[in-house]
Structures are given as structure tokens and as C-alpha cells.
């Protein structure tokens, strides 16, 4: 690993505090599995299949916080070149515009700087994933009803992430030599949402 990526992966220069899974705890468990297939070099579309024996939620709510914290690790690295200025909107290219919308201040999809968006949807998953009435932590408790479509616009506002750090700021990524593991972490990141039908595919046109 070169100096640079060092200095990027090891300080943790996440945009927020990232969300811990407890030790002792099956999702712990569950994410320590994880990491051992992706540390192993397993091949990363049998790396996201389901465990014998493990449930699906628990599977996808493990991946959720995990991609949370990498793609806050991502956006973090080029958060500085990511102004008002060089992103007045929150885009993927010419083609692609993404708006913001939620349940309180922004009711109706509302065109903002690709900063404002990125403050807005990080702060906005950081809330869902820790609502214990969406990702509960109890082993046993379990999940609500509507915990797949939340998941879902989880996944699709962190593709637009992606998207966004790949046309407007790869030049970045590949001076700092990061490249690969941005690849990698996006690769990793789209056969998870193929084999559980997380996005829709129209969604993910613009990689």
C-alpha cells in the first residue's frame, strides 16, 4: 500500500463518526464473517451470498453500515475538492441529476450543491441506522416491515455517491493511487445489491 493510501485508510478520515458493531453480539459475528471472506480474496460475488444457516436481514443490515462506513471513507478523501464551487449540483455527469428530498425541510425534490446533498444523505442514513426500530440491534428482536424498502433508498443514495465520486473527481482517487481499492469497494458494493435485488437496474445505468 503506498504512503498516500496509508495516510487515507489508516487515519479513518470518515466524513462522521462510523456506526460500531458490538463484540459479543451476532451481528459482530456476522460482520467478522465478512471480513474474513473479502480478507481471504474470495471471488466477491460468492463473497455477498448468504451464509448456510443466517438470515437475510441480518446479512443486509450488516452490509448496509459496513458500505456506509466505506463510502464515507471514499467520499472523505475528496470531500476538499468537492465544493460549492466545482459542484454547484449534485450530479453524474450531464445526464444524470440528482435531487434531494426528504421528510422534514425538503418536501419536494430540490436541486443543492453536491456538498449540501452529501451532508443531508449521510446525516439522513446515520439516523435510520441507528433507529433500533429499523436496524434493531437485539438478537431476536425483529425487523419491521418496511426494513427492505428503507434499505433500498439507503442503496440507492449511496450508488449516487459513487456515481458522483467516479465522473467528477476519479482524477483524485487516482493521484492519491486509490484507484483499486475504490474499485473494489464500488465491485464489492454491486454484486451485494444484484443478488439481493437491492436497486433497481434502471437505477444503476449511469456506471
Not at 57 to 80: E, K
Not at 166 to 195: L, P
Request: proline share 6%; net charge positive; aromatic share 14%.
Amino acid at each position: 500500500m503506498s504512503h498516500a493510501l496509508k495516510q487515507v485508510f489508516n487515519k479513518d478520515k470518515t466524513f462522521r463518526p462510523k456506526r460500531k458493531f458490538e463484540p459479543g453480539t451476532q451481528r459482530f459475528e456476522l460482520h467478522k464473517k465478512a471480513q474474513a471472506s473479502l480478507n481471504a480474496g474470495l471471488d466477491l460475488k460468492v463473497a455477498v451470498q448468504l451464509p448456510p444457516g443466517e438470515e437475510q436481514n441480518d446479512w443486509v443490515a450488516v452490509h448496509v453500515v459496513d458500505f456506509f462506513n466505506r463510502i464515507n471513507l471514499i467520499y472523505g478523501t475528496i470531500s476538499d475538492y468537492c465544493t460549492e464551487q466545482s459542484c454547484p449540483v449534485m450530479s453524474g455527469g450531464p445526464k444524470y441529476e440528482y435531487r434531494w428530498q426528504d421528510e422534514h425541510k425538503y418536501r419536494k425534490p430540490t436541486a443543492l450543491s453536491a456538498p449540501q446533498y452529501m451532508n443531508l444523505l449521510m446525516d439522513w442514513i446515520e439516523v435510520q441506522i441507528n433507529n433500533e426500530d429499523i436496524f434493531p440491534t437485539n438478537v431476536g428482536t425483529p425487523f419491521p416491515k418496511n426494513f427492505l424498502p428503507v434499505v433500498k433508498k439507503i442503496l440507492s443514495r449511496l450508488f449516487r455517491v459513487f456515481v458522483h465520486v467516479y465522473i467528477h473527481h476519479f482524477d483524485r482517487i487516482t493521484q492519491m493511487g486509490s484507484e483499486a481499492h475504490v474499485n473494489t469497494c464500488y465491485k464489492h458494493f454491486y454484486y451485494f445489491v444484484k443478488e439481493f435485488n437491492l436497486i433497481d437496474t434502471k437505477e444503476l445505468e449511469p456506471l
